[in-house]
């Protein structure tokens, strides 16, 4: 059994209207995983009605859909931290109260990589870019494949832009070269 997302309609900036074009408009192919986890959360969550968004906002009692940097904010950077992908640094720091006009003393929160660079963007788009990396290097899925399941035009786009090789690909492609000009199946100059 093959399950889909329907596409029926888009939100930006407060703006609900129809997909833009006939491409956005195409189911996309859903795993079953996938569509269990969905169905458990359309289950928990208040706004479960199929007319209502998948991730509906509290704040608008459902009329609308989260915002993606909240979300970011509140789930992502969290779930990242805890599967070890950043670290996160707390610090106090003053700032104006809009309501009160008053200053009062908030926390910061400063995301790192595994580097220790400051994190200053980090958000859903990086799953794109994972995924076509992850599926073309990693899982050796065919590169039309990747396009199609992020969605973009060319599949050429999507090897130039977003997919990306890591060292582990590099040293194995290394290695295979090596093994054929010394023969030694080890990859190691004897």
């Not at 329907?6 to 195409?26: C, L, M, N, Q």
């Not at 950043?86 to 910061?108: C, F, I, S, Y």
């Not at 599926?135 to 035009?153: E, F, G, H, I």
Request: with cysteine; proline share 3%; glycine share 6%.
């Amino acid at each position: 059994m093959h399950v889909h997302i329907r596409i029926e309609r888009r939100w930006i900036r407060g703006d609900v209207d129809k997909p833009k074009t006939k491409a956005s408009k195409a189911p996309v192919a859903m795993s079953e995983v996938l569509a269990a986890y969905l169905l458990a959360w359309r289950r928990e969550t208040k706004y479960g009605k199929d007319t209502d968004w998948i991730f509906a906002s509290d704040r608008s009692k459902g009329k609308s859909p989260r915002v993606g940097n909240m979300l970011v904010r509140s789930y992502l950077y969290p779930a990242a931290v805890k599967a070890g992908v950043l670290t996160e640094a707390t610090q106090k720091v003053k700032r104006l109260d809009k309501e009160t006009g008053k200053e009062v003393e908030v926390e910061k929160v400063t995301y790192f990589d595994k580097n220790g660079k400051r994190v200053k963007r980090f958000g859903f788009h990086q799953f794109r870019h994972s995924l076509s990396s992850f599926l073309t290097t990693k899982k050796k899925v065919d590169p039309k494949t990747a396009q199609t399941a992020l969605r973009q035009s060319n599949v050429a786009f999507t090897l130039n832009c977003y997919t990306q090789t890591d060292n582990e690909e590099l040293v194995a492609a290394q290695n295979l070269m090596l093994d054929a000009i010394f023969e030694t199946g080890t990859g190691v100059v004897q």
